[in-house]
């Protein structure tokens, strides 16, 4: 069994600074990183390096930023079989400021992420067929998500939905009642619901309205405060581990990284997202964002402590 990840590819441009700038205002920062990023590409190396085999499906550019990429992505043992350099496109870019305590800013520019489509589902029709797990996100268009989607859970896998960027107009219920667990954050769940859920409680009933609409199972999750769950079996929250938080970009990322890997794994839900509560704890610890997620021996040893 194996996880596949059909998703965004990117080059991050990340600016640390001492807090986000106001509109119109320029701030000196003390540094900057360049590095992969795209939520499909952090997901996927998040698995990767708990131990998963992992195949991403998607897209990069005919571009400068195309290479550093790649080799991010090869370096991090995630195999590049299934991404196509797109000679009409360019490789997906995001510009995040990043202030005091690791809150941020993203201005994301798709690029090649945008032209996803029925035909890479084709190309890895194979790497669907064996896993155990796909994970979705929304900086790739819907329609192609859907269709592997589709693929996926006929064969018993299970998807896994971060609806992120989440659309103004949310999502169909028929978009939601093919996703067997939707991963939203409190931002995302609030564009989706229409209301905005800043507790505990508050983030279990829109898990609850979640489900209601389709989605076989959500998670809410809800930064510091931990997270909400609901599911056809069990519902409730967990509180967040605490840690010293510098940079969250990614965050949510490394959680449905280690979750896929715990759920193809075989382990039981409450355990799943404790691992992947921990994985997401722990990437914002350390500045990046592929580069942030933890390997499971840090998770490991970092659970046996918490």
């Not at 700038?21 to 939520?39: A, D, M, N, Q, V």
């Not at 990069?60 to 043992?77: T, W």
């Not at 609030?190 to 959500?218: C, I, M």
């Amino acid at each position: 069994m194996t996880v596949a990840v059909l998703g965004s590819i990117n080059m991050d441009v990340i600016a640390y600074l001492p807090r986000l700038p106001k509109p119109g205002e320029t701030l000196h920062g003390p540094e900057y990183r360049l590095g992969l990023g795209g939520k499909g590409a952090n997901q996927a190396v998040a698995a990767r390096k708990l131990g998963s085999d992992v195949h991403l499906i998607g897209r990069v550019g005919a571009d400068d930023f195309a290479g550093p990429a790649l080799r991010e992505l090869a370096g991090h043992g995630v195999g590049l079989d299934l991404v196509l350099r797109d000679e009409g496109g360019a490789t997906g870019i995001a510009i995040i400021n990043v202030g005091e305590g690791g809150e941020n800013t993203i201005s994301l520019i798709g690029g090649s992420n945008l032209r996803v489509d029925a035909g890479d589902v084709a190309r890895g029709a194979a790497a669907l067929d064996r896993a155990r797990v796909l994970l979705l996100q929304l900086e790739v268009p819907l329609a192609a998500s859907l269709a592997a989607t589709t693929r996926m859970r006929a064969r018993g896998g299970i998807a896994v939905l971060d609806p992120a960027p989440a659309p103004a107009g949310g999502l169909a219920p028929e978009v939601l009642s093919a996703i067997d667990i939707v991963t939203p954050n409190e931002g995302e769940a609030g564009s989706l619901l229409g209301w905005l859920p800043s507790t505990l409680a508050e983030g279990l009933e829109a898990a609850r309205q979640l489900r209601a609409r389709g989605a076989a199972a959500a998670i809410v999750k809800l930064g510091a405060k931990g997270l909400a769950f609901a599911t056809a079996h069990e519902e409730g929250t967990m509180a967040a581990f605490r840690v010293a938080a510098i940079d969250t970009v990614a965050a949510g990322d490394a959680f449905n990284g280690g979750l896929a890997n715990a759920l193809e794994r075989g382990l039981v839900f409450a355990e799943a997202l404790r691992l992947a509560s921990a994985c997401g704890a722990l990437s914002t610890t350390r500045k990046g964002a592929s580069a942030a997620a933890p390997t499971l021996a840090e998770v490991e040893a970092f659970l046996a402590t918490a």
